[in-house]
C-alpha cells in the first residue's frame, strides 16, 4: 500500500502537462506546438556541478520570452493532503538536494533563482474524483528548464514538464523551511543544546526514505533514485540509511551511509549557513557533550568560516561569488579517565576544506585536517586572526584575474604552551584551489596594508619559535617560561606588488622591517 501511495502521488506526475488559459499545450505564446524552444546562453544558467547530466531533455526547452515559466511537479489523489504534514516529499527533497541552485525561501540573494510552489484541485467532471496537481513557479525560464530536468531524474517515474502560464498564481504559495523539510533529529540528540531552529521529533519514514534516495543519486548519479520506493516497501531493511537522512546535506547522507559522496559538501550561496552548520554539528556528536575542563576543546562549528567583505561586493553586483571554510568531518572520543594529578582529555579530530562558491557552481578545495586533545587544538581555520598583528579578513585580486584571492588562517593552542598562527594564501587556478604560488613559502602570518596603496601586505614571522621573557636566561637550575610565540608578533613583511608578486626586499619591506 506504501509503495503504490509513493508511486501515485508522492512523486510521479502527468505525463501532460496542463493546457493553461491561452496557451497552447506544451507551447510558449508565439510558439508552434511539439516546437522546440532553445533559449539562449544568458537565459539559462550555467550548469552547477550537482545538475544532473541526462543529456538532452525529453520536453521542449521553454523559450526566454516566457514570462510565466511554471513545471507541472506532480500529482496526487486529494486524500494525500489530508495526511499531518505531508508536503509533497518527492519534489520537496529534490528541491533540498540542489538548493545550491534553487531558491525556496526568501533572499536578497539570487532572487532570479526562486521558486515557489502552489497545490490546486483538478476536476475533469462532477462525476469524477479529483486530483491535487503540484505547480511551481519560476521566475525565469531557465530555471524552470533546470527544475523540469533534475525533478525527471531524481523522481521514480516523473514527467515533470515545463509550461508557460497565461498570468501570475492567485494563491499563496506553500511554506517551505529548511528546517522543517528534513527528517527530524532524534530529541536526544538536542540534549543540552540551545540551538532553537534545529527540529527533533519522531522519525518519519517517508521523509528518510525519500531523502535519503534523492541525496544518494544527487551524490552519485550511478545510483538510481528508485531505490527510495524499495526502502519505503521494507523500510526496515534500509534501518541505517534512514538514520543518515536526517543529516544537513546530502554529502553528510551519503557519507554516513557509507556510500560515494561529491569532493565535499556543498551550501548554498543564497543564505548565511549558521543554522545548517548547527544541524551538522549535532548529527555528528549524537547527543554526546564534550569535554575539556582546562578550556575550550575542538568543536564541529570551529570548522566553518565565509568572507564578509565579498559578500558585501557581491550583494553590489560586483562579484561572482564568495570563498566558505566548510566542515567535511569530525570525530570525538569519551573523555579519558584522569590518571593522579592530570585533568581528563578528550581526543577530538576534523576536517575542512575551503571552497569557492558561486550561485553556478562550487570549487572545491583539498581537505585538510585539524585535532585536539581536551583544550589543546591544532591548525583551526579561519578568515581572521584573533591573536597577534594583522589578523584582519585577506581578500583581494592579486594577479587581476577577476577572483579574489584568500587567505586563511591556521591557529593552534596548546594547553601549557602559548597559542601560535600561520597564514596561507589561496588562489583558484584552471578550476582548482591551489596555494598562490608568489605567496607560497612565505612565513606569513598577518595581513595589512603597509603603504596605503589598497593591496594587502604580508606580516612575516621570520622566527617561528617560542619566546621568553626578556632578560631571562636558561639555566641548568632555571628554566625561562615561554611568554609568547613570534608569529604573535612578525618581524619582517613581505610588499604587495601590481603585478602580483611580493617583494622582501624593498622600501615598503625594508621600512617595515626597520
Known amino acids: 500500500m506504501l509503495l503504490a501511495c509513493t508511486l501515485s502521488h508522492c512523486g510521479k506526475t502527468s505525463s501532460t502537462a496542463p493546457a493553461p488559459e491561452g496557451v497552447s499545450q506544451r507551447s510558449a505564446p508565439g510558439q508552434k506546438p511539439g516546437a522546440r524552444a532553445v533559449p539562449s546562453a544568458s537565459a539559462l544558467a550555467a550548469k552547477p556541478p550537482s545538475a544532473p547530466d541526462a543529456g538532452p531533455p525529453a520536453f521542449p526547452l521553454l523559450p526566454e520570452d516566457c514570462r510565466e515559466p511554471r513545471v507541472a511537479a506532480a500529482n496526487a489523489p486529494l486524500s494525500a493532503l489530508a495526511r499531518s504534514g505531508w508536503n509533497w516529499p518527492w519534489v520537496t527533497q529534490s528541491l533540498l538536494a540542489y538548493e545550491t541552485r534553487f531558491v525556496f525561501e ?21 462525476k469524477v474524483a479529483g486530483r491535487a496537481e503540484l505547480i511551481a513557479a519560476c521566475q525565469t525560464p531557465g530555471t524552470c528548464n ?110 554516513c551511509a557509507g556510500q560515494n559522496t561529491r569532493p565535499g559538501p556543498e551550501l548554498p550561496l543564497w543564505r548565511e549557513f549558521d543554522q545548517e552548520s548547527d544541524h551538522r554539528e549535532a548529527f555528528w556528536l549524537a547527543g554526546r557533550q564534550l569535554y575539556s575542563p582546562g578550556g575550550g576543546p575542538l568543536t564541529p562549528s570551529m570548522l566553518y568560516d565565509q568572507t564578509a567583505r565579498d559578500s558585501e561586493i557581491w550583494h553590489k553586483q560586483r562579484s561572482p561569488g564568495r570563498w566558505f571554510i566548510v566542515a567535511t568531518g569530525y570525530e570525538a572520543t569519551n573523555p579519558t579517565d584522569p590518571a593522579d594529578g592530570d585533568v581528563a582529555m578528550q581526543s577530538t579530530s576534523g576536517s575542512w576544506q575551503l571552497q569557492y562558491v558561486t550561485l553556478d557552481d562550487t570549487i572545491f578545495g583539498p581537505v585538510q585536517t585539524v585535532s585536539g586533545d581536551g583544550d589543546e587544538v591544532r591548525l583551526a581555520p579561519g578568515f581572521h586572526a584573533t591573536l597577534g598583528h594583522g589578523g584582519e579578513e585577506l581578500l583581494f585580486d592579486y594577479d587581476a584575474d577577476g577572483l579574489p584571492e584568500v587567505g586563511v588562517y591556521l591557529h593552534t593552542w596548546h594547553h601549557v604552551m602559548p597559542p601560535h598562527v600561520v597564514l596561507r594564501v589561496w588562489t583558484v587556478k584552471q578550476g582548482k584551489i591551489v596555494p598562490y604560488a608568489p605567496a607560497d613559502g612565505l612565513p606569513a602570518v598577518g595581513a595589512t596594508d ?30 625561562c617560561p615561554f611568554e609568547s610565540h613570534s608569529s604573535l608578533n612578525p618581524d619582517s613583511a613581505a610588499h604587495a606588488l601590481p603585478n602580483g608578486t611580493f617583494s622582501t626586499k624593498d622600501a615598503v619591506a625594508k621600512q617595515a622591517r626597520d
Open 106 to 126: 526568501p533572499s536578497e540573494v539570487a532572487a532570479a533563482r526562486r521558486v515557489t510552489l502552489h497545490q490546486r484541485e483538478v476536476k475533469a467532471n462532477e
Open 450 to 479: 603597509l603603504d596605503g596603496d589598497g593591496r594587502p601586505d604580508l606580516l612575516l614571522d621570520s622566527k617561528g619559535e617560542f619566546t621568553t621573557p626578556e632578560g631571562c636566561v636558561d639555566t641548568p637550575e632555571v628554566n
Open 146 to 255: 533546470e527544475l523540469a530536468k533534475v525533478l525527471r531524474v531524481s523522481i521514480p517515474g516523473s514527467q515533470a514538464t515545463p509550461y508557460c502560464a497565461a498570468q501570475p498564481e492567485s494563491g499563496p504559495s506553500l511554506p517551505l523551511a529548511w528546517g522543517n523539510l528534513l527528517p527530524p533529529l532524534p530529541p536526544r540528540y538536542l540534549a543540552g543544546r540551545t540551538d532553537a531552529a534545529l527540529v527533533a521529533g519522531p522519525r518519519d519514514v517517508e521523509k528518510e526514505c525519500v531523502r535519503w534516495a534523492v541525496c544518494s543519486h544527487q551524490q552519485d548519479p550511478a545510483r538510481p533514485a528508485d531505490v527510495g520506493l524499495a526502502c519505503l516497501k521494507d523500510p526496515n531493511r534500509y534501518e541505517r540509511e534512514r538514520r543518515c537522512a536526517s543529516g544537513a546535506t546530502c554529502f553528510d547522507v551519503a557519507q
